[in-house]
């Protein structure tokens, strides 16, 4: 007797069964692996780019990472005693995740398991502490103009800083050689003094002149070393050359410099243009910067003629791209051909000439 072969659609079906019953397996795994991860990552660890911090406090875990889940209970772990120590000459260090693992593991080793951690370092800048009180001022204040009975020399500098410098009293801090001291505390009873800087830098030479009732001159040279509390910005992360900055790109901070740093204005830094690549917290000054190009190759731009007292506006395509400053080359809309203006804003330059070269202009 001959048994008869399994239909075909009996086979399917047990294909079917057998597909969709690996399909139920594998998603019961998937379940039990993501209720795993569930049990195992209780709290996120994600280390902040940059962290500003005032020198002489501890950096803890909260400092320089932002925290969630179980993992903000160890928000006070120490993660460096003693980041002065540990920073370089720029008051600044950095630390790596696994910095963050060791200091958390040294506390906690169950809850380190249990943690899912994101980032790779986070560059941290030591600033010193504001005082909060007038009784932590470190230095007294000093008239802007002193009358010359009564002081010595070294009144007279800081004086002359003030004003030279722009700057109020707590936001100028001056130092002096000991070899100048004597200098310094010569009292001026009865002298007319001119001091007068002579240079630019973090040692900022001076030139002092001094003049007795008899006409008699002394004449004195000194370098103090100036620095000046800046509101600047810096990089919130880092950046490759050619970036336009944005908002997102900066963050606002205050910082010690020479006079001579050419620090970029926290208003102005919207819109510039990297020249090399810069990290994490980087201050932006203009070595490392360059105005972004306004007008593009191709715009239709507003030009504003300007002869004399008469202003006229005419539309022109650029013919190349420009940034503010820049002398770029137009072409008229309306056939008059070529010319040159300076790049003023987006959308707008200006040329200065006769009206000869665009008589179908518009007012």
Not at 37 to 51: D, E, I
Not at 141 to 151: D, R, S, V
Not at 270 to 281: D, F, H, Q, S, T
Request: hydrophobic share 40%; net charge neutral; with cysteine.
């Amino acid at each position: 007797m001959k048994h008869s072969a399994p239909s075909h659609s009996c086979a399917s079906k047990r294909t079917f069964t057998g597909f969709r019953s690996m399909i139920r397996r594998f998603a019961m795994l998937m379940l039990l692996l993501f209720a795993a991860s569930a049990v195992r990552a209780q709290g996120t660890v994600s280390l902040k780019p940059v962290a500003r911090l005032s020198i002489g406090i501890p950096v803890t875990l909260a400092d320089v990472a932002e925290l969630s889940g179980s993992a903000q209970h160890l928000a006070d772990v120490e993660v460096v005693a003693d980041p002065l120590a540990a920073a370089g000459a720029d008051n600044r260090l950095t630390i790596t995740m696994d910095d963050l693992q060791r200091a958390i593991h040294a506390g906690s080793t169950s809850l380190i398991s249990r943690l899912r951690f994101t980032g790779s370092s986070c560059t941290v800048i030591l600033r010193p502490a504001p005082p909060t009180s007038a009784t932590e001022q470190t230095t007294d204040p000093i008239p802007a103009k002193p009358h010359p009975t009564g002081l010595v020399v070294r009144d007279h500098i800081e004086a002359r800083l003030l004003e030279t410098l722009a700057v109020s009293r707590d936001r100028l801090e001056l130092t002096f050689a000991n070899r100048d001291m004597a200098l310094l505390m010569t009292p001026t009873t009865g002298w007319t003094v001119d001091v007068q800087p002579t240079g630019s830098s973090a040692e900022l030479p001076l030139r002092i002149t001094m003049y007795d009732r008899s006409g008699d001159i002394r004449d004195e040279s000194i370098r103090v070393g100036v620095r000046i509390l800046r509101d600047v910005v810096r990089t919130s992360r880092a950046l490759r050359r050619g970036s336009t900055l944005t908002e997102e790109d900066l963050t606002h901070d205050t910082a010690w410099l020479a006079p001579d740093v050419p620090f970029i204005e926290p208003n102005s830094a919207v819109g510039l243009r990297l020249k090399r690549n810069v990290g994490a917290g980087d201050l932006l000054t203009a070595g490392r910067v360059e105005l972004g190009q306004v007008i593009k190759k191709g715009d239709i731009v507003a030009i504003h003629v300007i002869s004399g007292s008469i202003v006229i506006r005419t539309p022109a395509r650029a013919l190349a791209s420009g940034r503010i400053g820049d002398q770029i080359e137009f072409e008229s809309l309306k056939g008059d051909g070529t010319f040159t203006a300076e790049v003023k804003a987006p959308g707008r330059a200006v040329l200065i000439a006769n009206m000869e070269s665009l008589t179908g202009a518009d007012h």
